[in-house]
Structures are given as C-alpha cells and as structure tokens.
C-alpha cells in the first residue's frame, strides 16, 4: 500500500542524498517522483538495459549484481537511505548491473529529467551522489579485482593438479618395473661374469659399465630414434637374439648403432657377444630408469618449489627486493601446463639482472598475466619469447608472441578496465588493467604494447633498486 505525500516527504528528509532540499522541494518530488514496489526475488532494474531513473530505496533491502565472465558478482548490498541506479543515468549509458529485491522492498524513482534537475538546483546533492558513486567504483573495482585473483588462482590450482598428476603417476609404475629389471640384470651380470673375458675385451665390459648411467641421460631425436631401432632390431633378430624388439629400444637410446655393435662383436668375440648385448640393454634399462624417476622427482620438486614460493609471496606484505629473473621462472613453471604443448618458449634471461623495489607476488602476478595472454593470443601454438635485461638504472621486460596482432584502436584501450576482444564468458577485461596498475601506480614503472600481425610485444620497464 503506497504511502501519502507527507509520509512520502518525511522519509525522503532522512535520506542523505536529499539532505541539501527545502521543504519545497521535497514536497515537489515526493509528488512527481514513482512509487514503485517489489517482492523478494523481483529484479529492479536488469543490467543492459536503458536507464529509467534513480531508484531511492524508502524500505526493504536489494542486491547489486553484475554479470562477469559468465557468473553472477555480488556488488553490494542497499536497504533504506540509500539509491541504485545512478550510474546509467550519469553516463547516459545501459544498465552496468542488475538490482534484486532481498525483501519485501519500496523505492522511488526518480525520471531523467527531474535526476538531472535535481542535479542543477542541489549543489549538496551533486557532492552527495559525487562521493557515493566514487566510494562505489572503488568497492567494485576491488571486488571485481579481488574475483579476477581467485579466478585467475584456481584455473592455476587445476593446472598445477595437472602437471603434478603426470610425474606423479609415473612414479609408482617406473619403480615396480625398475624393481622387476634390477632382479633380471643381475642374472645378465652373473653370465658375463662367467665368460671370464681377459685384456681388451675385459677392459671394454669395464667401460661400458662406466658410461652406461651417462648413456641412458642422453637424448635423440625421435626420428633417428625410431630409424635406429629397426636397424638394431634388425640386426640382433639376423643374430640369433631372443626378443630383439625389446632389446633395440634401450640401445638406441643410448646411441647404439650397427657399427658399434659390429665393433664390439670384432673385440669381444661371437660366444662372447649375446650374453654382453643382453646385459649391456637391460642395464641401459635399469639406469633409464633411474633417469625416469629423477626427471618425476625433479619435476614434483620444481613445482612444489614454485608453488611454496607463490605461497610465501601471497603472505608477505609490503615491499622488498625483487629478484626478477627468479620471478619470471617462477611464473613459467606455474603456468608449464599452458607452455609445454604446441608452444616454442624462449626464454632470454640476463644472468645479471639487478633487483626491483616491489612486491614480488604482484610482480609474479603481472608476468602470469601476460604469458597466459601471450598464450591464448596464440590459441595455444606458437613462438613465445619472454625476454628480461637491464638497461641503465632499469630492468626492462618483454613477452612476445606470435599471434595475430592487434589493431591500433585495440591497442588503445587493451589497459581500460573491462575491454575485453575475448567472447562473452572467457575473460573478465580486468588482467591488463591490473598488471598497468600494479606496474605503474605500485611500481613506479611503465607497461606499454606494440603490435602487428604475427608479432606482439608487451614491453614492462621497472627501475632497478638502490645499490
């Protein structure tokens, strides 16, 4: 049931936005202005939508709700006092949020022309809606900001699962069939220990002995790789050898050739030959194996270290120095499951880079922005060259990629909040806007863009710290 004209009026004088009116006035709006009422759950206004006025909200309670990348952001929440609406009619631009009633709510709304109106006669009233929408914008930003940083934390959270599952899993498989090698191993070893070989032949088994870990490290290309195992498998099944398809892999790794093998035959004698290719190919197994399980362990440990440094970075406040060649690794090995397939990433580090006055989990953040965009400019394939040097009393910066570029009039808007060439869903428009912030409000740096087609280059310039 719609209140009268008095109560009306009395309850706009408790509004603060109307505090500046004459009595006049307040009569005079409380007579033109809407009356207009809501159930929990009704949409107010809905975000895209024209403006039709500033809604001052008499009783009940709304929230403030905005759509970004595809999910619902909660703004705020208003009850009584207070207004929505007003951004629209300031910037003569479509609805940026929708309004949701929480409860049984009551609103007056007031037109366009009288908002702007009131607007001209109200000086207070200017200075009131001035100080409310700029306290809004920083809630918003900082909401919006704050959202994009745990978006940004859990699509690395999943990445980081990822990369972890893979050595991980490979670990328990590579120790049982290590276990299984090491017990065969020792029975080649007992055969070519009863060969009882002498001078040169017995020489050679120490030696290859010797080099068989370092062998089992090496790496050909899959090519050759694959042309040199059908021609060792060949040449062990025209032998006499049992399972010479097993026994070529490991040898061809190691970099075994025909005519190495043919040499070793010619030193250590035919009887001689089979027993030692046998154990020489399981023991090239057994030390590839422990080179597996190395490579695991070094990956896990990479990323864990990685990730207790992003950890240790998030907690620590304030400023320090940076080390920016070791921050810029790190972001590499937290985004590699993004890097590792169809991307050729060079990296061009000076060994002797100064360190940054900053604050290294913002840092970090900034090149994690600019690689994953690097990336998806690419759609995954492509040259990525992240560069870092020092030039005078500066550390400069620069991750290029090979994607299709970006027109000038892109170009001059990729740092504003919320512009965004990404469809609906798939970006937010707030990366670039917070590295700029970070770099040249935190940083005292600069972050600049230039782009053509096949070639763009995100240039960040930092001043090195005072010896």
Not at 274 to 283: D, F, K, S, T, Y
Not at 374 to 392: K, P, R
């Amino acid at each position: 049931m719609s209140q009268s004209p008095s109560a009306v009026t009395e309850l706009l004088r408790r509004i603060p936005l109307l505090s500046d009116l004459t009595e006049t006035d307040l009569h005079r709006l409380a007579r033109t202005a809407n009356h207009v009422r809501a159930a929990p759950g009704e949409l107010v206004m809905t975000q895209g939508d024209a403006a039709d006025g500033l809604y001052l909200v008499l009783d009940g309670e709304v929230e403030v709700l905005s759509v970004q990348g595809g999910e619902e952001v909660l703004l705020s929440v208003e009850g009584p006092g207070s207004f929505v609406g007003e951004m629209a009619l300031l910037e003569e631009s479509p609805r940026s949020a929708s309004v949701r009633a929480v409860v049984d709510s009551e609103f007056l709304v007031i037109g366009p022309d009288e908002f702007q109106g009131l607007l001209e006669k109200s000086p207070g009233t200017s200075m009131s809606m001035l100080r409310t929408v700029m306290a809004r914008l920083r809630s918003v930003e900082e909401t919006l900001v704050e959202r994009e940083k745990l978006a940004a934390l859990g699509t690395l959270t999943a990445g980081l699962a990822h990369e972890l599952n893979n050595p991980a899993a490979a670990l328990p498989r590579t120790a049982q069939h290590l276990s299984e090698l090491i017990g065969e191993w020792g029975v080649r070893s007992a055969e070519v220990e009863c060969l009882e070989l002498e001078g040169q032949a017995e020489e050679r088994i120490r030696e290859l002995g010797a080099r068989m870990s370092q062998s089992a490290e090496s790496q050909i290309d899959r090519l050759q790789l694959a042309d040199a195992e059908r021609g060792l498998e060949e040449w062990l099944e025209q032998r006499g050898f049992e399972d010479p398809w097993d026994l070529a892999p490991p040898l061809a790794t190691a970099g075994w050739t025909v005519e190495g093998l043919e040499e070793l035959a010619e030193r250590l004698g035919r009887p001689a030959l089979q027993p030692v290719i046998n154990w020489l190919a399981v023991g090239l197994m057994v030390h590839g194996m422990g080179a597996e399980l190395r490579r695991s362990a070094r990956a896990i440990s990479e990323v864990v270290s990685a990730i207790r440094m992003y950890a240790h970075q998030r907690r620590a406040a304030g400023s320090g120095r940076v080390d920016v060649a070791e921050s810029i690794m790190n972001a590499l090995t937290l985004l590699r499951h993004r890097t590792k397939d169809g991307v050729d990433l060079r990296t061009e580090i000076s060994s002797d880079l100064p360190p940054v006055l900053g604050n290294a989990a913002d840092l970090s953040q900034v090149w994690t922005i600019l690689i994953e965009n690097a990336v998806d400019a690419m759609d995954g394939t492509g040259t990525l060259e992240v560069e870092a040097v020092s030039e005078g009393e500066e550390v400069i910066v620069k991750v290029t990629d090979a994607g299709p570029g970006m027109p000038s009039d892109v170009r001059r808007q990729i740092f504003d909040p919320f512009f965004t060439t990404k469809p609906p869903g798939k970006g937010t428009g707030l990366g670039l806007a917070i590295a700029h912030r970070i770099i040249t409000t935190d940083h005292r740096g600069s972050i600049g863009c230039q782009s053509q087609p096949g070639r763009t280059v995100f240039t960040v310039t930092l001043p090195r710290a005072d010896p």
